[in-house]
């Protein structure tokens, strides 16, 4: 297969490629952005591998920076945009399940291939758009299937983090994953928690929130990785439940987290621990907290005016797209009127501060905090109007 029109993104990287074609190495786009431009879809990163050594391919450019010299990659910088450039390589063993105990370059595309995770992100292309196939993922792509390159048992076993990888793929890309290839990842499960709770939440969240996490939640729960990620075990029924309800991935990572927590059950008190051990940020399991409060309450009812300014413009959707999904109706509409119909949108908009509360007699402390909260409070749910005088009024009464 040869590609006539390539994106602009690998019509930028050409020169790069050809400079290092000049100087007698190979050298061929890979990865991902091979697989998404033949399937039309939108690419990202440009990666490139070639026969070049890392010393070089340093030797070819002024300006390149050691992102990953162990493993042969080399950052190039001289064509405006940076290129990450890897040396072929062949692998030893996997003693964590994760990285090679042993990288060794190699001049061969097809040793440094064979490597690779799944036949549809073994594909590499010439500069020119001739696409390299050596393990039928062209065959793969048309199929809408999901392979694993050579001997699954053996991919997973070298790296766990690609069971999680293709149930993302399943669900990002509505592929189904082979009989053979789904079996190794059950027979290998349990490796997945020798993997950092890090990377495995980044494939669970692109699951989520991808075009298809129906295909690739099955494949999560029938595999039986779910089992082995932090607080899933004991939410098994839900997990299933949701395989079914979730026709279209989530929005956002605080989205899916929101639907994970208010499926699961979980209070306020709960969500601080399960997403802790998520590692997720605590900006993000503050923003949890209140959206799967929201829309859990939207489940069965509206907010009021205190509850969906604890939202705001940016979580009270968030909280109606976790509640459409659990089957409530959609109240998107209707809850951006009632944002904009709120006397503020933000504490910032109170028409009092600390220091005219100060000037008006009140202390500083603890107390003064609580007396603006209150008013806050009156204020949003209509008790009081956001006027100075009347906020002071109220506070020397």
């Known amino acids: ?26 050298a061929y786009f890979v ?7 033949i399937l039309g879809k939108e690419i990202h990163d440009v990666d490139i591998a070639t026969s070049a050594y890392p010393n070089e391919i340093k030797g070819l450019f002024k300006r390149t920076v050691d992102t990953g010299i162990e493993h042969g990659t080399v950052m190039i910088l001289d064509h405006g945009t940076g290129y990450e450039t890897t040396t072929f390589r062949s692998e030893s063993t996997y003693t964590d399940y994760r990285r090679p105990d042993q990288v060794t370059f190699v001049r061969s595309l097809a040793e440094d291939l064979k490597r690779r995770d799944f036949t549809i992100n073994a594909l590499a292309m010439k500069e020119d758009g001739e696409v390299i196939d050596l393990f039928d993922g062209l065959t793969d792509m048309t199929n809408h299937q999901i392979r694993a390159v050579g001997d699954p048992q053996e991919r997973f076993h070298e790296d766990a983090l690609r069971m999680m990888r293709a149930v993302r793929f399943a669900s990002q890309l509505d592929f189904s994953i082979v009989d053979e290839t789904l079996a190794a ?53 839900a997990l299933t439940a949701l395989a079914t309800e979730l026709t279209q991935g989530v929005s956002s990572e605080v989205a899916a987290w929101t639907l994970l927590a208010t499926k699961f059950g979980l209070d306020s008190a ?71 119909a709120l006397p503020i949108q933000h504490k910032k908009e109170l028409a009092i501060t600390g220091k005219e509360l100060m000037q008006a007699g009140i202390q500083p402390g603890p107390q003064l905090g609580a007396i603006l909260g209150d008013l806050e409070y009156q204020v949003v749910t209509g008790v009081l109007p956001n006027e100075t005088a009347a906020l002071v009024a109220h506070v020397n009464a």
């Open 31 to 37: 990865g991902g952005s091979v697989r998404d431009t």
């Open 185 to 237: 990842i059950t027979a290998h499960a349990q490796l997945l928690a020798k993997i950092a709770v890090e990377r495995t939440q980044a494939e669970l969240l692109k699951l989520l929130q991808g075009k298809a996490p129906q295909r690739g939640l099955q494949d999560f729960m029938t595999t039986g990785l779910w089992q082995h990620c932090p607080d899933f075990a004991d939410h098994g029924p």
């Open 1 to 26: 297969m040869k590609l006539e029109h390539l994106p602009n993104e690998f019509e930028l990287a050409r020169p790069v490629l050809q400079t290092i074609e000049r100087a007698g190495y190979e």
């Open 270 to 340: 709960a969500v601080t621990p399960f997403l802790k051990h998520w590692k997720t940020a605590n900006q993000t399991i503050t923003a949890v907290q209140t959206a799967s409060r929201a829309a859990q309450i939207l489940a069965t009812g509206d907010l009021n005016a205190w509850q969906l300014y604890q939202c705001g413009a940016d979580l009270a959707p968030v909280a109606n797209e976790v509640a459409v999904i659990l089957g409530a109706p959609d109240r998107g509409a209707a809850l951006q009127a009632q944002l904009a």
